[in-house]
């Protein structure tokens, strides 16, 4: 059997032989996007009150359009770990689309 890293490789290198295929690259899109939720949801489950489980739960809202809430859940993040990378872009990002 495959593993998910095995499998997104050879889902990447068949994207690029048959672009024109939409079928591949859209199973190849939500292979990654499963993949990262699952990372995700590992991630706040072992450490829920990390610098990194606020930035990602601020990302899902986000993406959700619920932008207020994600800024909270940023600046928990940035009071957890003031240097991390793209943090302050994100609280931007966020206030801009307000």
Known sequence: ???LLEGS???EELSRRQRENLEVLRILAQSYSDYAVALHNQLATEHPD????FRVHGRA???EGFCEAAVIEYRK???LKPDMDGIQEAIARCKKAN
């Open 1 to 3: 059997m495959l593993s």
């Open 9 to 11: 490789l050879r889902g």
């Open 50 to 53: 990390s610098a990194w489980a």
């Open 61 to 63: 809202l986000e993406h």
């Open 77 to 79: 993040a940035l009071a």
